[in-house]
């Protein structure tokens, strides 16, 4: 109409705060009493950095939930996405589909020749739930073992498994057995060394069992390396001896590698740095790095061979969808190209490693520090003799010390995980933890 004059649309810091009132007036979150969320806007990202509509930016030193591995936007995978929206959006499971089959090839191209296909999932939940579901009906039996220090999921099955405090209110499946794994710096077993760890974990592990009865374990299930619960990289033969157990049982053995997997740990797979070769694998996040929410499970020859003559009861309307396929095929071929697989190997190397034990030396709140390729943390301590983790008090100034210095962190009880993607550069990885040292000094007793 002829004189209406429209009003500027928001931008910049307007954006923001209909974001924020946007997500506090209709988003249910997620682990959180809902009175008590804060959001933290974040409107676009490249690479190694996110910023908000008001242009703050910020170096993403949590990859979100530990899955950007591939970095945000990049360019060969949003095309890819792009291109396969315009050819097909979405296509039943029960079809064959092009994307989806080159995305189980190019997963298998980088699993030990015994794997020969993939169930494709929603994500690292599902992934688990219809691992163990296979692994049941493979044996025969009921009981999954797992970790205390462990998460495996928001699912039926996948977060009983879990043994961290998210279990407890959801402990509606049923057969699943929790064990302690190693941990020296907070020993279960009383041990000074990596060698007496690994063998008492593994003494405890297999006691276990056969109290449980070895007829009536179905499987162990397993973090390679556990996530969320630490980054507790397993001392050298832990994860050989645990096969070693599964094997003398009869036990399938399920590695998750939903954190740890495509590139995190500084190899394809977090398992290839240890000397075994499970039974399934589950995967997710770092595969397309969440651009479309993606997840699996490759499955063994042998137990492949279950089901050629037996239904598998399980499947989902979304598994395998083209989009995600089609990120899953961009982001294998790009991480083979530009050898992201290998930088971060090397970030950890000469990096990340270096740097933060010398912050480690330098900061009496840092107790010890353990991690491998972009995959790191820092476990804070109030008194680093008793070792009693710093309380949520520390966590939460340094968590906003860190956004003032624009550093996007990723906190877990005591501990800060330094898990970059796997793209970081070496300045980038220098910058984060100088600007996570200076926000340690901030909070640090005086």
């Known amino acids: 109409m002829a004189g209406t004059t429209h009003a500027p649309a928001p931008a910049g810091a307007a954006l923001d705060d209909e974001a924020v009132a946007l997500d506090r007036a209709h988003v249910f979150h997620s682990w959180s009493a809902q009175g008590a969320v804060a959001p933290f806007v974040v409107a676009g990202g490249s690479g190694s950095t996110v910023w908000d509509h008001a242009g703050r930016r ?30 097909l959006t979405t296509v039943a499971p029960a079809t064959a589909n092009l994307a989806r089959g080159r995305a189980a090839r ?69 057969g699943h057995v929790h064990v302690f794994g190693p941990y020296l710096y907070r020993s279960e077993f009383w041990a000074t060394t990596p060698e007496e760890e690994c063998e008492r974990a593994l003494t405890h592990l297999e006691r276990v069992i056969q109290c449980e009865g070895p007829s009536s374990v179905a499987a162990i299930l397993l973090e390679s390396v556990p996530g969320t619960a630490g980054v507790l990289v397993p001392p050298p033969g832990y994860l050989a001896g645990v096969r070693a157990i599964a094997d003398r049982y009869g036990i399938v053995l399920i590695l998750d590698e939903v954190m740890a997997g ?14 075994v070769v499970p039974d399934l694998v589950t995967f997710a996040k770092g595969v397309n790095s969440g651009y479309v929410p993606a997840g699996g499970v490759l499955v063994s020859e042998e137990i492949l ?37 290998e930088n971060a190997a090397a970030i950890g190397t000469d990096v990340l490693g270096p740097a933060l034990t010398a912050l480690a030396e330098s900061q009496p709140l840092v107790g010890e520090v353990r991690g491998t390729g972009v995959f790191w943390a820092l476990e804070l301590v109030a008194d680093r003799d008793a070792r009693t983790p710093v309380g949520p008090e520390v966590m939460g100034a340094l968590k906003a010390a860190c956004l003032r210095r624009g550093l ?30 200076e926000a340690l000094a901030e909070v640090a007793p005086a």
């Open 58 to 87: 910020y170096l993403d030193f949590s990859s979100q939930l530990v899955n950007t591995n591939i970095g945000h936007q990049h360019p060969r995978v949003v095309e890819a996405i792009r291109a396969q929206a315009a050819e």
């Open 106 to 174: 190019a997963v298998l191209g980088h699993a030990p020749d015994r794997f020969a296909k993939v169930f494709f999932t929603n994500g690292g939940a599902d992934a688990n739930e219809n691992a163990i579901r296979m692994a049941r009906l493979h044996t025969g039996r009921d009981k999954v073992v797992s970790h205390y220090r462990s998460y495996h999921g928001n699912t039926g099955a996948a977060v009983v498994a879990t043994g961290d405090w998210r279990r407890v209110p959801n402990e509606y499946a049923r």
């Open 262 to 275: 495509f590139g995190r740990t500084g190899s394809w797979f977090a398992f290839d740095q240890h000397d």
């Open 305 to 341: 061979a279950t089901f050629d003559e037996r239904v598998f009861p399980g499947g989902l309307t979304y598994s395998g969808h083209p989009l995600a396929m089609a990120a899953v095929v961009a982001s294998v071929a790009a991480m083979e190209d530009e050898g992201v697989v």
């Open 408 to 437: 996007l962190p990723f906190l877990a009880e005591n501990r800060v995980h330094v898990v970059p993607p796997c793209v970081v550069t070496p300045a980038q990885a220098e910058e984060g933890v100088a600007l996570l040292a």
